[in-house]
Every structure is written in C-alpha cells, then in structure tokens.
C-alpha cells in the first residue's frame, strides 16, 4: 500500500491510493470534518486495540468511506461511495451491510501506519503547520503525528524482544 498527496491546497486534498496493481484517488474536501486528522486519530486507535474505526472524505455532495477493521495485524479497508454526506456518527447509525462496497483491500498495520506518519509528515513538510490551517481549515494534528510515532516505536520494540 502506498498513500500520497497530489494535490492540497483550498480546502481540498487529493490522495493517491496504490495497492499492488490497483489504484484510484479520492478528491476530499474539508467542508465538514479533517479527514487527515481523522485518519490519523482512527490509526491511532487500530494500534491501542480498536477492531473498526470508520474515516470520512467529503468529496461534494457525497461521502467516500474507509471501514478500517482490524484482523490481528492485518487491516482490511472496505471502501463505500454514498451519494450523501454523512459524518462517521451517521455511517454508524446505517446498516453498512447493505451498503455494497466500491471495493476493498488488506493491508498490515505497519505498512498502513508507516503510510499515514509519511503522508501526514508530508504536510509538516509543505505547506506548513501554519499553511495547513490555512488551507485546511483545522489545525495541524502534530500531537497526534506525535502519538502514532511513538506507538510505531514502542511496536517495533516490542518485536524485538
């Protein structure tokens, strides 16, 4: 899996989602909710024990969803285009079952961790902390960067004990 930005400035953030031989972009916006910040945070709680976390891209007018559920060390992200938005809260609330899935692929926390710290590093980098409120609307997450770091080193170290 390999995440990266093509695209950020004035509310909207293009991603670039390649896994093995496929790939596809999401166009997100940041009208009602960070979904960097989001991803980020839902990461975060993979690592402390979370089974599923659901992250949120307002793409205008409609929502595309990542289910994060997690399998042991494994990640299975089923991906959901709704023609509405929705705020993770309201996702919850549908019965994603019968909601069919755009697709879906499996990645390790590792790699999906190690994609969020350089995609979210990569927005420290250029255009800033300052340029990311700017341009984003919402804060840097530095302290969250800071916390999935730090559960990156300590599983890391775990491993080789």
């Given at each position: 899996?390999?995440?990266?930005?093509?695209?950020?400035?004035?509310?909207?953030?293009?991603?670039?989602?390649?896994i093995?031989?496929?790939?596809?972009?999401?166009?997100a916006?940041s009208?009602?909710?960070?979904?960097?910040?989001d991803?980020?945070?839902a990461?975060?709680?993979?690592?402390?024990?979370?089974?599923?976390?659901?992250?949120?891209?307002?793409?205008?007018?409609?929502?595309?969803?990542?289910?994060?559920?997690?399998?042991?060390?494994?990640?299975?992200?089923?991906?959901?285009?709704?023609?509405?938005?929705?705020?993770?809260?309201?996702?919850?609330k549908?019965?994603?079952?019968?909601?069919?899935?755009?697709?879906?692929?499996?990645?390790?926390?590792?790699?999906?961790?190690?994609?969020?710290?350089?995609?979210?590093?990569?927005?420290?980098?250029?255009?800033?902390?300052?340029?990311?409120?700017?341009?984003?609307?919402?804060?840097?997450p530095?302290?969250?960067?800071?916390?999935?770091?730090?559960?990156?080193?300590n599983?890391?170290?775990?491993?080789?004990?």
């Amino acid at each position: 899996m390999e995440l990266t930005q093509t695209h950020f400035g004035a509310g909207w953030v293009h991603l670039h989602i390649v896994i093995e031989n496929d790939e596809y972009y999401i166009e997100a916006s940041s009208v009602t909710n960070d979904a960097i910040g989001d991803l980020l945070y839902a990461v975060i709680q993979l690592h402390k024990g979370s089974e599923k976390k659901l992250v949120t891209f307002y793409q205008e007018p409609g929502t595309h969803l990542w289910c994060l559920q997690r399998e042991d060390h494994q990640i299975i992200i089923t991906r959901y285009e709704l023609d509405d938005f929705c705020t993770a809260g309201e996702i919850t609330k549908r019965n994603l079952d019968n909601t069919e899935p755009v697709g879906s692929f499996t990645t390790d926390l590792k790699t999906l961790t190690n994609q969020v710290i350089r995609l979210v590093s990569s927005f420290k980098s250029e255009p800033g902390i300052e340029g990311y409120r700017q341009e984003w609307g919402y804060r840097f997450p530095q302290n969250e960067l800071t916390t999935l770091i730090e559960l990156r080193r300590n599983s890391n170290k775990g491993k080789q004990n």
